[in-house]
């Protein structure tokens, strides 16, 4: 348990459908993460936020659409998603200082299946 | 690219053995570290090196930093089945772009 949790942990949906995952840290970070990793590539930096503000988007398509509420909660709406974004998706946070970037706890995942 | 690359890419060994996993970069770093993953699951940070050291420990890990090289090891010391994961070393880039931007990871099997 590394005080990081995400929900639902498996989703299956079609490339019509509209789903959110639900990330929740407990840690008392200022900073929060989405990655994407996928088979055989390296884990894929996503968004990051920093006191609620995003800090980096990093080239990711208009179908994923994060929300970031308050330091503890983070979202990722997912809208016609194509069969390539299966993947695993992991939110992770940290506590972010300046330019460095300290050890980061990630949640468990989300297996996300797209039809 | 910041992108590490870790190697080998697989590696098999029996418990009680030693295990060396390698990590190489292109740019100047403000630290690296290395993750463990469980098949399926999420990251967990073992250990971070910053810029300026050279070898740190954490029971049976050790990792070493050469910035000369721009390469970092992990030795895991008697292994044991449960060390059984994938690792993978993360950069954190120096400069106004930094982020941390992880490597493809070395699949270990720790067999009996």
């Known amino acids: 348990e590394t005080g990081v949790t995400q929900t639902p942990r498996h989703l299956v949906m079609g490339m019509t459908n509209k789903k959110s995952l639900k990330c929740e840290q407990h840690?008392?970070?200022?900073?929060m993460y989405w990655y994407k990793q996928s088979a055989k590539k390296p884990l894929e930096l996503m968004f990051v936020?920093?006191?609620?503000?995003?800090?980096e988007n990093n080239s990711v398509p208009s179908r994923f659409s994060p929300e970031c509420p308050n330091s503890s909660h983070l979202f990722l709406h997912l809208h016609t998603l194509q069969p390539e974004d299966s993947a695993l998706y992991l939110c992770?946070?940290?506590?972010?200082?300046?330019?460095?970037?300290?050890?980061?706890?990630f949640g468990p995942g989300t297996r996300l299946t797209v039809l | 690219s910041q992108q590490g690359e870790e190697d080998p890419q697989a590696l098999s060994i029996q418990e009680g053995e030693n295990a060396t996993m390698n990590c190489s970069y292109k740019?100047?770093?403000?630290?690296l570290q290395w993750y463990r993953q469980n098949s399926g699951r999420g990251l967990v940070h073992l250990i971070l090196?910053?810029?300026?050291?050279r070898e740190k420990h954490s029971g049976r890990l050790r990792v070493t930093l050469d910035t000369s090289k721009k390469s970092s090891s992990l030795l895991i010391t008697a292994s044991r089945a449960a060390d059984t994961a994938s690792y993978f070393c993360?950069?954190?880039?120096?400069?106004?772009?930094?982020?941390?931007?992880f490597g493809t990871g070395t699949r270990l099997q720790v067999t009996l």
């Open positions: 090196i910053r810029s300026n050291e």
């Open positions: 840690l008392g970070h200022n900073a």
């Open positions: 993360a950069t954190d880039g120096a400069g106004t772009a930094s982020k941390l931007t």
């Open positions: 740019t100047s770093i403000n630290n």
């Open positions: 936020y920093n006191f609620k503000e995003q800090t």
């Open positions: 992770a946070s940290s506590f972010h200082s300046g330019s460095s970037y300290n050890e980061q706890f």
